[in-house]
């Protein structure tokens, strides 16, 4: 059983905050302060560029990419980090149409994070071939896979309402017509167990500084099923994922597997700080986190409506169909948000009216979610909420 209490020790938490956006911005491992700096003063201050070699620094992205292929089912070499995870999307899509080349659909749903959408409509205008973004509502994604689908992109879990998505069961139906399936974990990795490998994902994506704590701007990770990772042809074709970097040919050659998604030179610096987190990570176990995250999700959704008539639960209330996270819906979401904020409950806002929390076992606990209770009540029933100055928006929401 994962020591709870022992994993929050482990995190730096400003004192009298209740943090409820983890889903957005992981907390700082304490290790990570040491790490970081170990990493600066002896590796780059010391070994300057031969850290590369006696550090380790050319192998860290795949070194990492296995510790996170633990939480995600995936098999020693299979994941590698880097970038950013909209460059990652790119990378995943570029590959699964080229393999699927004689069909232009793109399918996804109307609730994925609009960078992957982005990403996919810059695609289709790169690639000038008719090819076409599709979107359906998400629980109309089953019904939408026909034989003109090329690829399924698809976020397992809801940014918005933390709504999940069946990867299993879409998988198979996916492949039953030819179609290959991209899975975006942003909010799945670290949230709850993940089974690529069971599956039967084709390409996986997702970013390592909301549940995995690698702090802003930490890279991203791409899984490419071993099926085809020898086969698929990297649109980003970087000297990294070259079959021989060093040998400095003139004509590009992709890589063995997985290594052929590296892009340039990675960022040591942030993925120290990651493998302080991993440290965390390896004394969890995630099928505890979910059970946890459940209990914690379902006492917050039962506390926060027995007291908070104006909130309107955005999240599935059937915690089987929901990820880490529970978001309520308020017409003046983002000034209640900048109150509690202010009284130190941090969540976030997304437009144009959900109020979303976090929750997140290795660092909140019951206590967490009462103290926060308590505060979004006081906030909801004094309308707190009600001053011009929490009406102004910020840049980041
Ligand atoms: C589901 C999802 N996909 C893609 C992204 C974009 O990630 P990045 O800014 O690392 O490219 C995010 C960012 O929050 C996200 O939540």
């Given amino acids: 059983m994962t020591?709870?209490?022992?994993?929050?020790?482990?995190?730096?938490?400003?004192?009298?905050?209740?943090?409820?956006?983890?889903n957005s911005l992981g907390p700082l491992p304490r290790a990570a302060v040491d790490r970081v700096q170990s990493m600066m003063q002896d590796e780059w201050g010391e070994l300057l560029i031969t850290g590369w070699n006696n550090a380790g620094w050319m192998d860290q992205p795949s070194r990492v990419g296995d510790r996170i292929g633990r939480l995600i089912g995936a098999p020693a070499g299979t994941v590698v980090m880097g970038d950013t995870l909209s460059i990652k999307v790119y990378q995943a899509l570029s590959s699964a149409l080229d393999l699927n080349a004689d069909r232009k659909v793109i399918l996804s749903d109307t609730g994925n994070f609009p960078s992957d959408l982005y990403i996919a409509g810059g695609l289709i205008k790169s690639l000038d071939k008719d090819h076409e973004l599709k979107l359906c509502p998400a629980e109309a994604v089953a019904d939408n896979l026909d034989e003109d689908v090329a690829v399924l992109l698809l976020t397992e879990v809801d940014y918005k309402t933390g709504r999940l998505h069946d990867m299993k069961a879409l998988t198979s139906k996916a492949h039953a017509m030819g179609i290959l399936t991209i899975w975006d974990l942003a909010h799945s990795a670290g949230a709850l167990p993940v089974d690529l490998v069971a599956a039967d994902a084709d390409f996986a994506v997702g970013c390592s500084y909301k549940y995995l704590n690698s702090g802003p701007g930490g890279p991203a990770f791409i899984y490419v099923a071993p099926r085809l990772a020898d086969q698929v042809r990297p649109a980003l074709s970087g000297w990294l994922g070259h079959d021989q970097p060093f040998a400095f040919d003139l004509d590009y050659r992709p890589g063995p597997g997985i290594e052929r998604m590296r892009v340039g030179t990675p960022p040591i610096i942030q993925l120290s700080a990651l493998e302080a987190s991993l440290d965390i990570w390896d004394l969890a176990d995630i099928h505890d986190v979910r059970a946890k995250s459940v209990e914690l999700t379902n006492l917050f959704i039962e506390l926060v409506e027995a007291s908070c008539a104006d909130l309107e639960l955005a999240s599935p209330r059937d915690s089987r169909q929901r990820g880490s996270q529970v978001s309520f819906r308020f017409q003046h979401g983002y000034a209640a948000m900048r109150a509690l904020i202010e009284r130190g409950v941090i969540g976030d806002f997304r437009a144009p009216d959900i109020m979303r929390f976090g929750f997140t076992p290795l660092y909140i606990d019951a206590d967490d979610v009462r103290k926060a209770a308590e505060i979004i009540e006081q906030v909801m029933l004094e309308r707190l909420w009600d001053k011009p100055e929490y009406f102004q928006r910020a840049a980041v929401t």
């Fill in 3 to 22: 020591d709870f209490a022992k994993t929050k020790s482990l995190f730096h938490l400003p004192q009298g905050l209740v943090y409820l956006d983890g």
